[in-house]
């Protein structure tokens, strides 16, 4: 008898592409974006819900005594398992020293540029056994269960050679084998530029080395590219995902983050699944990824961890449209909880504590093209199931640094609590 069950979003027969149902306002949404049942109850059978509603009808219909199993969630509010769409949560070494020379005013991309960053993370990960980066991996994906999330993107690009990306995606894959969270991997050689080569030389190696590697492994869905001044180039971002795609890959890409290099197109014209960052663009970039039905996601937790500037919310607003919500987990962002997550898209983009909910769980589920209903609780998707230690779903993005997730749920199995 949860006090409130959240089954996703509201009225969603009318919810459009882009996640929301058309207010017009501009401000925040008038109307709820959640559906919230109040007094319900969900049955799990055979790892897909069977059925939700108010608990007096269900349990009359499915008597708890035939249950092998019941979760007593009085007083509790029950929610789809969370989504993190965009991690890169598989690496080695420590790198808490940069944070304090970002505090003493080195900039991000200073370090990067002097073979700090991305490129000393590669430089832990070459030296890494594959066993290594998969029990560091298995650690961190225990605590980001018992925060909640149970489907999650992992991106590989700490190896920046065919050889050690072929590691990571190999401890990406050994993870997923052995940890209820569900594993999407994303192959992202085009992470940075490796410092005995250039941009152009290096773009030729992923494309002609990297990418049929991956693609005769089998070990990735989707491919990545970080489009960003001294990084990648407009152009060679789409050279890459068109010849991933070729490979059998959906593109994904990191772009506006520090400079707006124009990736909003790029996105588009690669049909990508989601574009991610987006710090930098322009109303008229938002536009060019909605009409593309490409995902924005926006990652807060490195926004805060870059200085607290986050991203306007007016255009996508404007737009009837909810972003997804990535924990962008990786050592520039030690943050794993989407629950922080959401914390900061209200705190620090305006969003409700609804939006935010929405932006972690199905949002999220569109930005790794998981349309089978993951991220909603209702009849025939999938049984992962977060149990809040709290009467209402405001409490996980209000009560930011207590442990308010309980038990956890994956194919209808308890999986942490
Ligand atoms: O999404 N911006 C590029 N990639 C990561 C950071 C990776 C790192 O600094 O190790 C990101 O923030
Ligand atoms: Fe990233």
């Known amino acids: 008898n949860a006090n409130e069950l959240v089954t996703g979003p509201a009225n969603s027969a009318e919810t459009d592409a ?18 919230v049942l109040p007094d319900a109850a969900v049955v799990l059978e055979d790892g897909e819900v069977a059925a939700v509603g108010s608990s007096d009808e269900l349990t009359r219909e499915y008597p708890i005594d035939n249950a092998d199993e019941a979760l007593d969630a009085s007083g509790k509010c029950v929610l789809p398992g969370f989504v993190d769409p965009h991690t890169h949560a598989v690496f080695a070494g420590d790198r808490s020293d940069e944070f304090e020379a970002k505090l003493r005013g080195t900039s991000y991309q200073e370090i990067l ?190 926004a805060f961890g870059l200085g607290g500037e986050y991203p306007d919310l007016e255009p996508y607003r404007e737009r009837n449209a909810i972003p997804a919500l990535g924990s962008d987990f990786n050592p520039n962002c030690y943050a794993k909880r989407q629950g922080f997550t959401a914390t900061l898209a209200c705190v620090g983009m305006g969003l409700t504590p609804g939006e935010a909910l929405r932006g972690i769980t199905d949002r999220a589920a569109a930005a790794i093209n998981r349309f089978d209903g993951t991220g909603t609780l209702e009849v025939g998707t999938p049984a992962d199931v977060v149990v809040l230690e709290a ?23 308890v999986v942490s609590e």
């Open 18 to 35: 882009a996640g929301t149902t058309p207010n017009g306002s501009g401000g925040p949404p008038d109307g709820p974006v959640l559906s």
């Open 113 to 302: 540029a002097d073979g700090g960053g991305i490129l000393r993370t590669v430089r832990a990960v070459r030296e890494a056994s594959e066993d290594e980066l998969t029990d560091s991996l298995l650690e961190r994906l225990d605590t980001m269960l018992a925060a909640g999330t149970t489907t999650l993107e992992i991106k590989s690009g700490y190896g920046l050679d065919t050889e050690t990306e072929l590691k990571l995606l190999a401890a990406i894959g050994r993870a997923d084998e052995r940890h209820p969270i569900d594993i999407v991997a994303t192959f992202m050689g085009a992470h940075a530029v490796p410092d005995d080569t250039d941009a152009e030389e290096y773009t030729t190696s992923v494309i002609e080395d990297q990418f049929p590697a991956v693609e005769q492994q089998g070990v990735a869905e989707f491919c990545d590219v970080f489009c960003e001044a001294d990084v990648f180039s407009a152009n060679q971002s789409r050279e890459i995902l068109e010849a991933g795609t070729d490979h059998g890959l959906t593109p994904k890409l990191h772009i506006d983050e520090f400079e707006n290099l124009g990736g909003s197109k790029v996105a588009a014209a690669v049909s990508a699944a989601s574009a991610d960052h987006l710090l930098q663009s322009t109303p008229d970039d938002i536009d060019t990824l909605l009409e593309a039905d490409v995902t924005p996601v926006l990652l807060p937790g490195t």
């Open 391 to 413: 009467p209402s779903y405001r409490h996980l993005p209000y009560r930011y640094d207590e442990r308010v997730v309980g038990s956890v749920l994956k194919d209808g199995e």
